[in-house]
């Protein structure tokens, strides 16, 4: 399990970013993606989709930040980065 706090960036790569909700990631199988007390390794990517909304996130430093895209009901879609909690 990760926790991260998270900004998303509308109106273009040079907008302001500003902050949005935490993002608390677990994700396991038979290797564990995000591991039980730990972070996803770098290059690792994760997607999701749902009624909630849908995102693609890559990880980097060692799971310590992440970047990528994600898009929220009616709303058209956004930059979206996250810091490791501690």
């Known amino acids: ?5 998270t900004e998303i960036q509308w109106g273009g ?9 935490d993002l608390q990631i677990v994700i396991s199988n038979r290797n564990g993606v995000v591991p039980p007390s730990g972070r ?4 690792t ?16 430093d ?9 898009q929220f009901p009616g709303e058209g879609p ?3 980065r996250g810091t490791a909690a501690s």
């Not at 790569?13 to 909700?21: F, I, Q, R, T, V």
């Open 78 to 80: 956004v930059g979206y």
């Open 62 to 70: 060692d799971g310590a930040s992440f970047q990528g895209a994600a």
């Open 45 to 60: 990517q994760v997607s999701w989709s749902g009624p909630h909304g849908s995102g693609s996130v890559t990880f980097f």
């Open 40 to 43: 996803p390794a770098t290059g």
């Open 1 to 5: 399990m990760s926790l991260y706090h």
């Open 13 to 21: 790569p040079g907008a302001a970013w500003n902050k949005d909700s």
